[in-house]
């Protein structure tokens, strides 16, 4: 990877009450690069990047983004420092209109520039402009997945983190949702994707890491795990 380093996460260790879940994990994201994370349910890739965005207390190790120590940040101070977060389950506020959860996405932003994004998110997902008044439980899976999205755009992150995107969606839907990250990096903004379809994640991002029981295991550049046997054997095989 190049060493213009916008997220850099070093021995990191966290878990929940006594459980301890994630075991000294360190990863880089580049700037402008799409990194993804692979790994089976329960590996702790979720648990990662909740505590990279300060849900989950960090036990030790460190979190340095922009060249800013954030480990023990709050989770809305790590949003203002430019990290946003696409979850897992996309957790819109369903009795909000379309256009209410985007301006919450948005609630950080101290510049006068928030109505422009606005405009900018619906450019780039016609539909939710289309559906901008009405209530995001309302929408499909693949509009709320949208919605999401555009909701982590409204805080201008330097890097947006997605928890697979594509969890209960149609294929044809994937395909889209997936081309909007790839133009979202294309665009500048870095990515960190967590996507149990590897196949996918691999075909949009420069470098990837595969994280079992909380521990990093292997890492290399996309065309690297798409050629590792350990890789093929364990998840393109399905995916």
């Not at 203002?80 to 009795?95: F, K």
């Not at 133009?183 to 949009?204: D, F, H, Y």
Request: include cysteine; proline fraction near 3%; charged fraction near 20%.
């Amino acid at each position: 990877m190049a060493e213009n380093i916008l997220l850099e996460v070093k021995d990191l260790q966290a878990g929940y009450g006594a459980a301890e879940v994630l075991h000294s994990v360190s990863l880089k994201v580049a700037n402008g690069a799409c990194v993804c994370l692979l790994g089976a349910n329960g590996a702790g890739k979720t648990t990662a990047l909740s505590a990279i965005c300060g849900l989950v207390a960090v036990r030790s190790g460190t979190v340095v983004f922009d060249g800013a120590e954030i480990a023990k940040k709050s989770a809305d101070a790590i949003v203002r420092a430019g990290i946003s977060l696409v979850p897992e389950g996309r957790w819109i506020v369903s009795s909000m209109s379309v256009e209410e959860n985007l301006l919450v996405g948005g609630y950080s932003r101290k510049d006068k520039d928030a109505g422009a994004d606005l405009v900018a998110v619906y450019s780039r997902f016609p539909r939710l402009e289309e559906r901008r008044w009405q209530y995001a439980g309302s929408l499909s899976g693949g509009e709320q997945q949208m919605l999401a999205v555009g909701r982590a755009l409204m805080a201008r992150p330097k890097l947006l983190i997605l928890d697979e995107p594509s969890m209960g969606l149609a294929p044809q839907i994937v395909n889209a949702i997936f081309e909007i990250i790839r133009e979202i990096n294309r665009s500048g903004t870095s990515v960190l994707l967590v996507e149990q379809n590897a196949r996918k994640a691999l075909s949009i991002a420069s470098y990837g890491y595969v994280m079992e029981s909380g521990r990093i295991e292997l890492e290399g550049s996309a065309s690297e795990l798409l050629s590792s046997p350990r890789v093929v054997e364990a998840y393109l095989g399905i995916a």
